[in-house]
């Protein structure tokens, strides 16, 4: 055991892998919780693309948690993993028509409409099948966020939502269609965000938004503020769960839900990042030129965020206790940019060691493809060891 890994287990696993502490999963959930219940009709559901892997998506269900699915094929796992289809959100701007149906058919708590066309679509399938869809609008808050630039969201510039300007009649003519009710207001900024600020920010945009509605006589059942709550990519030892009560907090004393209103939360990276690891072998040391390279099995096809956001992530020699030396620790895949970290210090590295990849559990295994024919990293939680 080094750490919180149970390095023997691993021994006999086919690497890569990922490996998920499902004690963490659990800690982090009921801190969650926690956090939730005490305020009357907030519900949170989780988001469903940072990770679909099935005994994770079990544990976030046995939570109470609800889902927050962008595709027919997660609104399929979540049923699968036993979420209440009334707990099921389904966001995205490009919804196809047998997606739309699949919630229709299992009349899910509501669709995230991005665009007129879109809610049209709804309609005319809601009509087909003598049914009435429950509709959130999400829109544009024009609300910057201090994080990635491909991972910001709610700028007028993305692709996200319905404008700010468009919402007051966006929203009469859907109270015009005959198989549309329309329920919420969606929101979601981007993610890993950790300035309590940009949220404090979105919270005022809502306030505002609602005023204005309220002039029109417009009331909706809930606001939905989407997700994008950050974890601590240096120290995942440190803070393996996240500061949500700042996070639930700022909610909570910023926005202005009106009598009766419910308030909804898509986290996706704070509840699992922290408990899942990527664990790759170390194949080669190759002394470049000026420094040495730690080949492992893993490459960015297992895990992208590196190459895709020049995304940290604390890498660990499991296997050594040495002193440390300095590596650019890179995977197998032929392209340059198959890099997991430059220049980083692990204990002294050995062909046949165990590395892992920290804070991986979001946006990883989810994330994984299978160019160059290599197949897809498997999920282990420490349940199943
Ligand atoms: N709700 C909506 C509408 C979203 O678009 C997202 C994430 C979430 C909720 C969940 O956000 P979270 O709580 O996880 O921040 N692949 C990128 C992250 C993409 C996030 C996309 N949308 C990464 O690896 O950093």
């Known amino acids: 055991m080094k750490g919180q890994f149970p390095l023997e287990r691993f021994q006999s696993i086919r690497t890569p892998f990922y490996y998920y502490d499902a004690d963490l999963l659990r800690k982090t959930l009921q801190t969650i919780n926690d956090e939730v219940e005490r305020h009357e009709n907030w519900h949170v559901h989780y988001a469903v693309k940072a990770n679909a892997n099935p005994s994770l998506l079990r544990i976030i269900r046995n939570a109470g948690f609800g889902a927050d699915c962008v595709s027919g094929g997660e609104i399929e796992a979540c049923i699968r993993a036993g979420f209440p289809a009334s707990k099921i959100v389904y966001a995205g701007v ?13 009349n899910i ?11 049209e679509v709804i309609n005319q399938l809601a009509h087909q ?13 024009n609300v910057g966020a201090h994080t990635h630039a491909n991972i910001t969201t709610g700028l007028a510039e993305n692709k996200f939502g319905i404008a700010m300007r468009d919402m007051v009649p966006v929203i009469e003519h859907a109270t015009c269609l005959q198989n549309i009710q329309v329920v919420g207001l969606h929101f ?16 005022n945009r ?38 949500f009560k700042s996070y639930f907090d700022t909610f909570a ?34 002394e470049g030129a000026f420094k ?16 895709l956001y020049q995304a940290y992530h604390k890498i660990e ?69």
């Open 94 to 106: 490009g919804k196809s028509d047998w997606e739309i149906n699949l919630g229709l058919d299992n």
């Open 109 to 119: 708590f509501c669709f995230n409409v991005e665009s007129i066309p879109e809610l």
């Open 129 to 141: 099948k003598g049914k009435t869809a429950r509709v959130a609008f999400r829109l544009n808050p």
């Open 188 to 203: 979601h900024i981007g993610s890993q965000i950790l300035d309590m600020n940009d949220f404090k920010a979105l919270c």
């Open 206 to 243: 809502v306030n505002e938004l609602q005023d204005e509605l309220e002039r029109h006589r417009i009331t909706v059942e809930h606001i939905n503020v989407g997700g994008g709550l950050g974890v601590d990519y240096e120290h995942p030892n440190r803070l393996p769960i996240a500061d």
């Open 253 to 286: 004393r910023t926005l202005k839900l009106r009598t009766g209103q419910s308030l909804h939360f898509e986290l996706g990276r704070a509840v699992v990042a922290q408990c899942g690891s990527l664990i790759t072998r170390t194949l080669y040391i190759k």
């Open 292 to 307: 040495k390279f730690c080949i492992v099995d893993a490459g960015f096809t297992d895990l992208i965020r590196p190459a």
């Open 317 to 385: 020699n499991l296997s050594s206790d040495s002193a440390t030396e300095s590596y650019d620790v890179v995977g197998p895949i032929c392209e340059s940019t198959d890099v997991f970290a430059k220049q980083i210090d692990l204990n002294e590295t050995h062909r046949g060691d165990l590395i892992a990849i920290r804070s991986a559990g979001a946006y990883g295994e989810i994330m994984a493809s299978g160019y160059n024919c290599r197949q897809l990293p498997k999920g282990i939680t420490s349940d199943e060891l």
